[in-house]
């Protein structure tokens, strides 16, 4: 499975069920899995699974941006490659503000 046939949207309504997620997504292709968030971190995401990674690029186009009970949809791909990648990128310039921080003499 690819992971670019994996898209996150961004529901931001704690009560919508996997089969209304099922309906609205499922119009662009064969789905594999709908995923909720429940923590209270993740609450109000989802991440929707699709068998063909074209699908899953149309519904994105096609979801992003739409009204789904009166809430603006927000549908990325999922990346966890660019994620960690990020995040090595953030960690590399935390440790290039402190050699600079130590270099100058600034606490």
Do not use: W
């Amino acid at each position: 499975m690819s992971r670019a046939n994996k898209l996150g949207p961004e529901v931001n309504r704690y009560n919508v069920t996997p089969e209304e997620l099922f309906d609205l997504f499922g119009k662009y292709g064969p789905i594999r899995q709908v995923r909720q968030g429940i923590a209270s971190n993740t609450k109000g995401t989802a991440f929707v699974v699709y068998e063909d990674v074209m699908d899953a690029k149309q519904a994105c186009d096609k979801l992003n941006g739409y009204n789904f009970q009166n809430r603006y949809l927000v549908v990325l791909y999922h990346q966890p490659d660019k994620m960690i990648r990020t995040k090595e990128d953030l960690d590399a310039r935390k440790e290039n503000l402190e050699r600079i921080k130590k270099q100058h003499g600034i606490d």
